[in-house]
């Protein structure tokens, strides 16, 4: 079946304590990103990469990280989180160009206190 | 990319039809449509596409004037399931800034029993 998964599905972490969220697509999609949303704001883009060790920065890309050593694989890192990035964070991956379909995951909720 | 207005909510009963129109009228010539609909915690998950005229799929259908400043969003008989909210996108075919899907507000589409 045609999935991206993300893990976890829900994280609670504290202020400043690194944290990892993992995202994979079974597709063989090139282009994958990861998204924030949050109430009022709809869905921003923090990081995209349209393949491996090809990677640039969003929307809101302030204090996160990513990396695409694998073509399948595009974690998210925190290095330092803070409360304000308490969020969904989706992750989504595609073939290239406007006219496809983005596949998206789970989803997954992290709060920082 | 084009900028898209769409309303923000609306109501329907189970077993009509519920139309959402888009407006976009600075689409651009290599410009495709896309809807996707999300449900609460869950990633947006695609659900129609199209340039110009109509088209149909199993789940609904986008029919497009002839001077594609508008798309409308058609879903047939819908049920309590069909409760989210649901965003129009327009897409260049030959973007090159990392497949950007930029999600306005959306419309939140709430069918009663």
């Known amino acids: 079946e045609a999935q991206v998964t993300q893990n976890p599905r829900y994280l609670i972490t504290v202020t400043g304590k690194k944290l990892t969220v993992t995202c994979s697509q079974n597709?063989?999609?090139?282009?994958m990103s990861w998204y924030r949303q949050d109430p009022g704001l709809g869905l921003r883009q923090i990081y995209y990469?349209?393949?491996?060790?090809?990677?640039d920065k969003g929307d809101v890309p302030e204090g996160y990280k990513v990396s695409r050593k694998e073509k399948r694989n595009f974690p998210l890192i925190l290095e330092s989180p803070s409360p304000n990035q308490t969020s969904l964070y989706f992750c989504?991956?595609?073939?290239?160009?406007?006219?496809?379909?983005?596949?998206f995951g789970q989803g997954t909720r992290l709060t920082v206190v | 990319l084009a900028k898209t207005t769409q309303p923000i909510s609306m109501d329907s009963y189970e077993g009509q039809e519920v139309n959402i129109t888009c407006s976009h009228n600075?689409?651009?010539?290599?410009?495709?449509i896309t809807w996707y609909q999300q449900f609460p915690s869950q990633g947006p998950r695609f659900i129609i596409q199209g340039y110009k005229t109509k088209v149909t799929n199993e789940v609904a259908s986008l029919f497009i004037p002839a001077d594609r400043k508008s798309s409308t969003l058609s879903l047939p008989r819908v049920s309590l399931s069909d409760t989210a909210v649901y965003y129009c996108?327009?897409?260049?075919?030959?973007?090159?800034?990392?497949?950007?899907?930029?999600f306005g507000g959306g419309t939140r589409v709430l069918v009663k029993p």
């Open positions: 989504a991956s595609s073939f290239p160009g406007g006219n496809t379909e983005a596949f």
């Open positions: 996108l327009v897409g260049d075919i030959m973007q090159a800034a990392g497949n950007k899907l930029t």
């Open positions: 990469s349209m393949n491996v060790e090809v990677t």
């Open positions: 597709m063989n999609h090139e282009y």
């Open positions: 600075n689409i651009a010539t290599n410009d495709y």
